[in-house]
């Protein structure tokens, strides 16, 4: 996918200019994206269902920063790794593909091990 390369190159920039690689460790990385996916939580704390699916233009605008917050934080962790995001998501899927047969899970929200 380019577009997720020319992202991966963007973000590499980004902390290469503001001499942020000594902190970009996996680790810390991970730590960071743990805290970003945190903060898109809290911005459903609280709402109904409903009102989680019909969010205003403000709660829609924060939700959209925290996913960017996530993605990016993701893309840099996958990238010190040397992880590829297509494929990784491509493999995994044949895996849950496997893990969750159409035929046993349509319609239910059982965890795999859950299903005889």
């Known amino acids: 996918m ?3 390369d020319e992202l991966r190159q963007r973000m590499r920039d980004f902390t290469d ?3 942020w690689e000594q902190f970009h460790s996996p680790k810390n ?3 960071a994206l743990s805290v970003e996916a945190s903060e898109l939580v809290e911005c459903f ?3 109904t269902e409903e009102q989680s699916n019909s969010l205003s233009a403000d709660q ?5 920063d925290e996913i960017a917050d996530v993605q990016m934080y993701l893309v840099r962790l996958a990238d010190k790794v ?3 995001i297509v494929s990784a998501v491509d493999q995994k899927i044949v895996k849950n593909e ?3 047969p159409v035929e046993k899970v349509k319609g239910s929200s059982k965890k ?3 299903y005889e």
Request: charged share 25%.
């Open 2 to 4: 380019q577009y997720l």
């Open 17 to 19: 200019t503001r001499d």
């Open 98 to 100: 496997k893990k969750y």
């Open 45 to 47: 704390q609280w709402l």
């Open 82 to 84: 040397g992880v590829d």
């Open 29 to 31: 990385l991970s730590m």
């Open 112 to 114: 795999y091990n859950e």
């Open 60 to 64: 829609l605008a924060a939700v959209a």
